[in-house]
């Protein structure tokens, strides 16, 4: 051992985090970074004596840093070889990350650290895990692809509590097969435990062994839900799928209906009085929550905008049932017609729901703008206003472009709404003058009959109005990040990252393809993507190079570390606007109300480290409601196409692999699959640096934004998959790596609209 490392050394005067230690226990022991480091220096595994002797510990000491230990074995942290004796993982060539199942039985290894690449591991190794698993792995080798390959060393963290999956009895063995295609196992289900199920429906299985080498897991049935079929039960099944929260607990229905109905006159006092200002709320026809209000007044120096959002802090207290549960939840989800939201109804629809022509209490971010839409001063109050009306998108955007259209009653209107227009006009000038990216995605809307059966598919439109309310709130949330972040806040900014070096080489090897290139050098900024949208804005494939273009950036994500906003080229950025429906809108309400009490930081009720925390939740709680809905849209698009077995559609290719290609129906936005093996008139290549699939004999190409006709082969209702195969290929079109040419629409009319819409979120996942 060497000389760093020796007893003789007193720990404490080596341990960087000593400091810390000493502040946080009565009896501090080495830190974990120390441990990490002796072991580092050691330059082989020591066993527990070892460890606690080098630091001569004893009694009481000795007890806490076996706790220490055993933490970080569980963390994944260190190792213990069969010996006895703890490593660092990255000195055993170990690994510690997240497993990702595969359909196929395979899997990989996704690393904490987000630097290493991912590690294969093969069928024999995901016996002994299932998707979503913490894992520790032994780096062994690479496969035949040149991947990395482990081996499982230890499974950290099991995350499947429960799934949901068909049950099935064949020959009197019951088993559940899961939902989720990347769990690969089947659950072997003992007949005393099924709980009433029966062929074919759908059910939650608690596990209650996991897999092992020999055995595959075992589970009860704990939930019956039903047939497959049955309406909805897509829904039911994405919220136990993904672990959405959907149940409350009995605690916090009651402390939200405490409140009742009505605001008390108590919670009035102190506050600036609002109530004859004409603020209005500006929303969908099928929205049930309404957390902002906006009203505009124009200046000979610009304008001042009001933008008022529901006080949900004055309710939502730390540390109640109520705030834990909306912690759990994060995030409201939003299914086709069906809400799971963040906070219960008593609250999401009524008491912090700024509903018209009754006392609500806000939180109002009160803005100075200039002339050309910049910022120059804003402030922050506790307000009680009264909502002057619920207006709508499409209402908005005729009244502005035909004022006579404007009902009388709503004629006092005419001015604020024409001030918010003129401001919204000097808002997107400054907009694209700073190089913020537009892109303009299609988004869908699935129409249901009175029996919940799909009878259109049609894409949503972002109208003036929606654009109007969007830079509003972008307005108030770069305010609040500004606001906060001068004031040292702990915070959560809303931090959208460039793109990374290989997504970026991906992305110019696409639009080098198409005689096109981003400026910008290796560092592009987010105006070198505008620049290139609008350059391409009137190409019949604009739409796809959009597509590929957003595909080539990261996902926003929660953080208290401020790396501004790439897509919105903004420096500070966070969510102030919406505290009905996702947390960390919420966490920025109470530090503006901590510091409107005179609070400073030191003294807010999180850190930094709270924050990360939250951070990671409410991000990851973002996505788990993004693949939930995801999973429930193309369960839905499948059940409609399901009707369309033998139809030929036309579709554009959104997606070329080397095991086909993917194809987006026209007017349905419906997306399926031609496989390769269904190309039968050559053998076709996967040219990966061309995105492109070439046949060997003919030259016939088939690459991205090609039009085609499809005709629907089959539909798999289990997998969400649709296959499709090709109808008319344009040969000559293809050898020119030109798209082919549109054929005629083959689609049969469907009956007309009828039913409740989903709701459009009007702020989107900026």
Known sequence: MNKKTSGSADWRDRDPQFKHEKGSYAKPVPSRQLVLDDLADAGRPMTWAELTELYALTDDAAEAFEHRLRAMLRDGQLLENRRGALGPLDKMDLVRGRVQGHRDGFGFLIPDDGEQDDVFLNPRQMRLLMHGDRAV??????????????????????????????????????????????????????????????????????????????????????????????????????????????????????????????????????RTDLRDLPLVTIDGADARDFDDAVYARKTPRGWRLWVAIADVSTYVKPGSALDEEAQRRATSVYFPDHVVPMLPEALSNGLCSLNPDVDRLALVCEMRLDKQGRMRSSRFYSAVIRSHARLLYEQVADWLENPENMPERYRDLAKPLANLNGLYEALLAERRERGAIEFETTATRIIFNEDRKIQRIVPTERNVAHKIIEECMIAANVATATHLSKKRMPLLYRVHSGPAADALEDLRAFLAERGLSLPGGSDPQAADYATLLASVADRSDAHL??????????????TPHNDGHFGLALENYAH??????????????????????????????????????????????????????????????????????????????????????????????????????????????????????????????????????????????????????????????????????????????KSKSSGKSRRQSKRGKR
């Not at 089947?186 to 897999?211: L, S």
């Not at 009905?580 to 920025?588: E, G, M, N």
């Open 137 to 270: 792995v032994r780096i062994v080798g690479r496969d035949h692809r040149g991947r990395r390959e482990g081996r499982i060393a230890e499974v950290l963290e099991r995350v499947n509590e429960s799934v949901v999956g068909r049950f099935v009895e064949e020959r009197g063995v019951c088993h559940v097969v899961p939902d989720n295609a990347r769990i690969a196992h089947d659950i072997r289900v003992p007949d005393a435990d099924r709980n009433g199920a029966e062929h074919n429906q759908m059910v939650t299985v608690r596990i209650v062994e996991p897999p092992s080498k020999r055995v595959q897991p075992i589970g009860a049935v704990v939930e019956v839900l039903g047939d497959r079929m049955a309406p909805g039960m897509e829904i039911d099944i994405a919220m136990r799928s993904h672990a959405i929260p959907y149940e409350w607990p009995s605690e916090a229905l009651s402390e939200a209906e405490a409140f009742g109905d009505a605001v008390a006159e108590a919670d009035k006092k102190g």
């Open 545 to 558: 190079i959009q597509t590929v273009m957003l595909r080539s950036l990261s996902r926003a994500v929660y």
């Open 576 to 749: 102030f606007t919406s505290p009905i429906r996702r947390y960390p809108d919420l966490l920025a309400h109470r530090a503006i109300k901590h510091l409107e009490a005179r609070g400073k930081p030191k003294t807010f009720d999180y850190d930094i480290g709270a924050m990360e925390s939250l951070g990671t939740v409410c991000s990851e709680a973002e996505k788990r409601a993004d693949d939930a809905t995801r999973d429930v849209d193309d369960w839905l698009k499948c059940e409609y196409m399901s009707d369309s077995l033998g139809q030929t559609f036309e579709g554009t290719v959104t997606g070329v692999t080397a095991f086909g290609l993917f194809v987006e129906l026209d007017g349905i936005y419906a997306t399926g699959l031609v496989h390769v093996s269904s190309l039968s008139n050559d053998y076709y290549h996967f040219d990966a640096q061309s995105r492109c699939l070439r046949g060997e004999r003919s030259g016939v190409v088939h690459r991205l934004a090609d039009k085609m006709k499809v005709k629907v082969a089959r539909v798999d209702l289990d997998e969400r998959k649709i296959d499709f195969e090709l109808v008319e290929p344009d040969s000559a079109a293809s050898k020119r790596g030109k798209p082919a040419s549109k054929p005629n629409a083959g689609k049969s009319d």
